[in-house]
């Protein structure tokens, strides 16, 4: 399997999912099988989860490149929910329901009236818990700093959350959830599970850790000028080294998250836009690792 970046194309040069940049997803999942459906289908140890509980995974197709990525939640009244932040409920419905043949799975959107916004102020609550309101998921904390909250469902565009997704490294969808990567070279390692039995993908990243071919890892990188479109590829030497996927204006320009080779987070690496300008960068973030290896 190879992670080389395709040439982009003009018809898709707009990221997946842009069109539905700012809608957010709330699924309700009921019935005795909804955990071990998206146990099943998903790369994260879900059929554990009690109520109170919440977990992110990630949806991959068999050659586990990334398609969605989700909270999973259990509420006290067992229902299961799927929250993001970044994208239309639609295609991850038809997603789940592709798999679910036999299995008692109900399942309704309630996206309309609710907004699911990131959280980066999440206290001192523990990691993979969540805090209810009116019967829903009102805050959802999944790691440290980071997780879920619901908000207005009209709330005015915060450029300042997208400045922090960035800083972070929080993957989006549509940019870095994206069928172009894998979770390996998008920081989201943490979220596979490879011991947990058979899921969609699973082959294939348990392939990639075991002959060490993750080619490419997330980095943040940083310009003068105003904002370069995304996606882009990023060039070293005349030779594409990877895509440019992400990007907010700062004060001093602009800032953004792209996804390179290894290789070109080296000393003396002098990175540029495929149509023109410079790159500071990239900075790399702390490597995770995938659950259940030895």
């Known amino acids: 399997m190879t992670n080389d970046p395709p040439a982009p194309d003009a018809a898709t040069q707009a990221p997946a999912g842009a069109a539905g940049h700012g809608a957010s997803t709330l699924i309700r999942l009921e019935g005795r099988d909804c955990l071990s459906v998206l146990h099943r289908i998903s790369t994260a140890s879900l059929e554990g989860l009690e109520p109170g509980q919440a977990r992110s995974t990630l949806f991959c197709d068999f050659r586990g490149r990334l398609l969605h990525r989700a909270a999973v939640a259990v509420t006290s009244d067992g229902a299961v929910w799927l929250l993001r932040p970044d994208a239309p409920a639609a295609e991850l419905i038809e997603h789940v329901e592709h798999h679910v043949f036999r299995e008692e799975v109900t399942i309704s959107d309630r996206s309309a009236g ?12 523990p990691p993979e818990t969540l ?35 960035i800083d972070a490294g929080l ?13 390996f070279e998008v920081g989201l390692a943490h979220e596979v599970h490879l011991a947990k039995g058979c899921f969609t993908g699973q082959e294939a990243l348990m ?8 080619r490419r890892r997330l980095g943040r990188v940083s310009g003068a000028g105003a904002p ?5 590829h990023v060039s ?6 990877g895509r440019l996927t992400s990007v907010a204006a700062v004060e001093s320009g602009w800032i953004g998250l792209a996804v390179v080779t290894h290789e070109a987070f080296g000393a003396g690496q002098e990175l540029g836009i495929h149509h023109g ?18």
Do not use: W
């Open 236 to 241: 070293s030497a005349g030779k594409v080294v």
């Open 171 to 183: 993957p989006r969808h549509g940019h870095e959830v994206h069928p172009n990567c894998n979770p």
């Open 277 to 294: 300008g410079s790159i500071n960068g990239p900075i790399p973030f702390p490597e995770t690792r995938p659950l259940g290896l030895p």
């Open 207 to 214: 392939r990639l850790i075991t002959y060490r071919s993750v």
């Open 131 to 165: 805090a209810e309101a009116d019967g829903i998921p009102a805050r959802v904390r999944l790691g440290a700093g980071s997780g879920l909250r619901m908000v207005d469902p009209h709330p005015p565009a915060d450029q300042a959350d997208e400045r922090r997704r």
């Open 228 to 232: 370069p479109a995304v996606p882009s």
């Open 114 to 125: 609710h907004r699911v916004r990131l959280d980066f102020d999440t206290g001192d609550a």
